[in-house]
């Protein structure tokens, strides 16, 4: 069977932007709107108004998961071409539509807050509560600390031309953004691949050196666009009466912040030990230290690629290895073309999976280029479509599960690949390369995310008392860098906040810290998954299903017995991260050694 890297996405609304099915389904979807807002307002709570209020939550869920099936498509046609003009008139269309409907559950959400807790109790006893019992609670809970409904409503609809409007603006300018690189049209995200992934360290350096005069010809633009996206915010959370910007993204995380301080604080305390691993890296390197454009480089020259059919084979065959579930969700995605893996000019870089709930599918993105980091993306994303697809039989409102457990699936499937590379292993040149992706993994996500928590914390504080210009955003991101880095790098990327649409996200404030939560909970678990052996399969999926129920450390406690705002955990799993320097640093050496006079630097030309 010849497997096609390109996606379908016809199936869920043929023609695409292009066609009828999608603007057809908006057009029902408004009028559901309109029908849900002028329906009477609800009465307080009885037993005789409980029908009332059933139909009402009922149809909320079912208006947010339509949207969801519009909006996340949309994202889906936008990443796949990023100069789909129709598509982004479509994306401002569900923008309005999500504005409506948030106003809708304000309004409910408020009439939650205003019931009796004996009346709202026996709400939640309900048979087809109980499931959302959780979220519910945490919508009448927010209610409460949120302004009155008719200013909340005005807020959502204002955001709309406003806050996310800024979002949309930085998505336009970046994604049509092309350079010419090695004598062809290239897009800022196949410049971003090759310093990230080339082997050659010459073209790196080139490549990193073009992408930054690229964000340095956008970054006033993006420094407006990030400058007022967080006045916005600040000036939200000042009438709100919230002291802190953490508010907001530890409830949408669902995480307390005693066991975010728990984390940084460990990492903080271990995370130098990877100096030892920028050392060993730069000898093979033969330089004297490391540069930004080196961090997610693979270790010398690797002639190693893979085909499509050959990556996605290695990650259903490792991960059947380890759990026959996770392997048929992934080889029913490969095969049912649920997968934008085609290397192309004109998408968006990175890399997501989004699932099209009235489907029950899920759809991933990304741009396959052959290597082992591509490999791992795959199977990255996999992760993310097995998480939504053991919660597809569960009521739509107990499947959003907060972003600090959306990576838990995801770290998970990578790390199984990661183990089964160094199996595979056939000297200790693979066994070098695959460690170094993994300490390069372990770079990303202890000092690189943290680099991007310190900035956003600085740069708020700074914002509250006016603009920033770009030579100052520079400035802040540079420290950052210099302190989560603890001065391990030869050169930075101070135009970081500019490059990375992370901090453009304006639906997920602080798109950051929730990526090291989730691969130090997922390296945690995995390290349990082993000592189980067979018997954790079931213990794996119950804990996914209840990621839409529960808060984070729940989650935790309930399923794996773990306080996580002790340091205890994280000190295991910070630990488990950083013992594979050890072995990096025995393997560099000898590499080293050998290669002495060599005219060729060490590499390896096995395959996996």
């Known amino acids: 069977m010849t497997l096609i890297e390109t ?16 603007p057809q389904f908006l057009d029902q979807l408004s009028t559901s709107l309109s029908q849900a807002e002028a329906a009477a307002p609800l009465a307080p709570l009885t037993e005789q108004s409980r029908v009332a209020w059933l139909e009402t939550i009922q149809t909320l869920y079912d208006l947010n998961m339509r949207l969801h099936q519009a909006g996340e498509f949309i994202e889906c046609l936008q990443a796949q071409n990023v100069k789909d003009d129709r598509a982004r008139q479509l994306a401002g269309h569900v923008d309005a539509l999500g504005a409506r409907l948030g106003t809708l559950w304000t309004n409910f959400a408020a009439a939650c807050a205003a019931q009796k807790e004996k009346d709202w109790q026996a709400l939640l006893t309900e048979i087809e509560l109980k499931p959302l019992a959780y979220p519910l609670n945490e919508q009448r809970e927010l209610a409460r600390q949120k302004l009155d409904p008719i200013r909340e409503g005005l807020i959502n609809e204002l955001a709309t031309d406003g806050y996310h409007a800024w979002s949309r603006l930085y998505d336009l300018i970046s994604g049509e953004k092309e350079v010419q690189f090695q004598n062809k049209a290239t897009s800022l995200g196949q410049l971003q691949g090759k310093f990230v992934d080339d082997p050659n360290r010459t073209v790196r350096q080139k490549a990193f050196d073009l992408y930054e005069d690229a964000w340095t010809e956008l970054a006033k633009p993006c420094a407006l666009a990030l400058n007022y996206q967080a006045g916005f915010r600040l000036t939200l959370y000042k009438h709100r009466a919230w002291g802190s910007v953490l508010q907001e993204p530890l409830q949408k995380n669902r995480l307390s912040r005693d066991t975010l301080e728990a ?22 390197y033969g330089t004297e230290s490391l540069s930004w454009y080196d961090m997610d480089a693979p270790v010398g020259e690797i002639s190693q690629s893979f085909s499509y059919a050959e990556a996605t084979d290695f990650v259903v065959d490792n991960v059947r290895s ?3 579930d996770i392997a048929d969700y992934c080889r029913l995605a490969i095969d049912g073309r649920w997968i934008e893996a085609e290397d192309r000019a004109g998408k968006q870089a990175g890399a997501f999976c989004t699932n099209m709930p009235l489907n029950e599918e899920t759809r991933i993105f990304m741009t396959f280029n052959g290597s082992f980091n591509s490999l791992l993306t795959l199977a990255h994303e996999l992760g993310h479509g097995y998480h939504s697809w053991v919660m597809r039989d569960l009521p739509y409102g107990a499947r959003r599960y907060p972003m600090s457990l959306a990576e838990t699936a995801s770290t998970f499937n990578e790390l199984i690949v990661k183990q089964a590379g160094l199996a595979a292993a056939g000297s200790d040149q693979d066994r070098l390369t695959i460690l170094g992706t993994k300490l390069n993994d372990a770079v990303s996500f202890l000092m690189n995310i943290r680099a991007r928590f310190d900035f956003e914390m600085e740069f708020f504080r700074k914002r509250a008392k006016g603009q920033l210009s770009v030579e100052e955003l520079n400035t802040l991101m540079l420290t950052a860098q210099q302190n989560a880095y603890k001065n391990g790098l030869d050169r930075y990327h101070p135009l970081f906040w500019a490059s990375k649409l992370h901090f453009y996200i304006t639906g997920y404030p602080f798109y950051n810290f929730p990526y090291t939560f989730g691969y130090l909970f997922s390296n945690g678990l995995y390290a349990q998954a082993v000592a189980d052996g067979p018997d954790f399969a079931k213990r794996y999926i119950a804990l996914l299903r209840d990621t839409g129920s529960m808060s984070t450390e729940a989650v935790a406690q309930t399923h794996l017995g773990l306080d996580l705002t002790q340091p205890d955990f994280w000190e295991m799993a910070v630990d488990r991260v950083l013992a594979d320097v050890d072995e990096f640093e025995r393997l560099a050496a000898s590499t080293v050694a050998d290669y002495v006079g060599s005219a060729s630097p060490p590499g390896t030309s096995a395959r996996l």
């Open 7 to 22: 996606w379908d996405l016809d199936s869920i609304f043929a023609g695409g932007s292009s066609g009828d099915a999608l």
């Open 263 to 284: 984390m940084w604080s460990v990492i903080d305390a271990k995370s130098a030990r990877l100096l030892d691993y920028f050392a060993a890296k730069a000898k093979l």
């Open 322 to 324: 380890f759990n026959p």
